[in-house]
T-cell receptor
C-alpha cells in the first residue's frame, strides 16, 4: 500500500527519557514534515525537509532533532522528555512544499 | 507573521441541517487547502483553492475562496453523521502551510 507510515502508534514514557519516532513514505514525495497536535487539536508545524535538506524549523526546543537519512524517511528524536511534550505527532509528506499533505496515522506520546 | 482565524470552534447540528465553517487571514493568500480529521484519525486532504472567487463542490460540500483571497469557507448541505470530525483550513502564503484552529462538527442523528 502506498502511504505515510509512522511508528510507534503509542508511546508512553517518563519525564527525562529520550525517545524516537520513525516515519517513512513510499509515495515518492520530495518534502516531509513533522506536525504536533495538542489536546485542543491545534496542528503546529515543527519541521520540514525537502530532499533530505531542512527547510522549515519552527520555534521548537533544541531537545527535538529531526533526521532525514534519505528523502523517504524523516525521524524525530526527542531528548529529556517533558510533560508538555505530550501530544499527537504527525508525520506528513507532499510532492512539493505547496502541494497537499499526506499524513501518517500519528504517534500519541504520553509523558508521565 | 501570517495569522489564520477559523470560526466557529465547535458546532453541533441536527442531522439534515446545514453547516458552515469560515477561515479568515490577515494577509493575502496564494492558495488555501481544506482538511478533515475524523475522531481518532489523521487529517485528510479535501481540496485546494487557488483562484480569487473560486467555488468548488464535492457532493454536499461547497468550498469558496474570497475575492480578495483573504478568506474561505466550507459549507456542508444536509449534514450526515459521517460528516462528524474537525475541519481545518490551511492557507499557504510563504510556501508554508499554517493550519487554522479547526472547527469540530458534531451531528446528532
Amino acid at each position: 500500500d502506498t502511504a505515510v507510515s509512522q511508528t510507534p502508534k503509542y508511546l508512553v514514557t517518563q519525564m527525562g527519557n529520550d525517545k524516537s519516532i520513525k516515519c517513512e513514505q513510499n509515495l515518492g514525495h520530495d518534502t516531509m514534515y513533522w506536525y504536533k497536535q495538542d489536546s485542543k487539536k491545534f496542528l503546529k508545524i515543527m519541521f520540514s525537509y525537502n530532499n533530505k535538506e531542512l527547510i522549515i524549523n519552527e520555534t521548537v526546543p533544541n531537545r527535538f532533532s529531526p533526521k532525514s537519512p534519505d528523502k523517504a524517511h524523516l525521524n524525530l528524536h526527542i531528548n529529556s522528555l517533558e510533560l508538555g511534550d505530550s501530544a499527537v505527532y504527525f508525520c506528513a509528506s507532499s510532492p512539493t512544499s505547496n502541494s497537499p499533505l499526506h499524513f501518517g496515522n500519528g504517534t500519541r506520546l504520553t509523558v508521565t | 507573521g501570517q495569522q489564520v482565524m477559523q470560526i466557529p470552534q465547535y458546532q453541533h447540528v441536527q442531522e439534515g441541517e446545514d453547516f458552515t465553517t469560515y477561515c479568515n487571514s490577515s494577509t493575502t493568500l496564494s492558495n488555501i487547502q481544506w482538511y478533515k480529521q475524523r475522531p481518532g484519525g489523521h487529517p485528510v486532504f479535501l481540496i485546494q483553492l487557488v483562484k480569487s472567487g473560486e467555488v468548488k463542490k464535492q457532493k454536499r460540500l461547497t468550498f469558496q475562496f474570497g475575492e480578495a483571497k483573504k478568506n474561505s469557507s466550507l459549507h456542508i448541505t444536509a449534514t450526515q453523521t459521517t460528516d462528524v470530525g474537525t475541519y481545518f483550513c490551511a492557507p499557504s502564503n510563504t510556501g508554508k502551510l499554517i493550519f487554522g484552529q479547526g472547527t469540530t462538527l458534531q451531528v446528532k442523528p
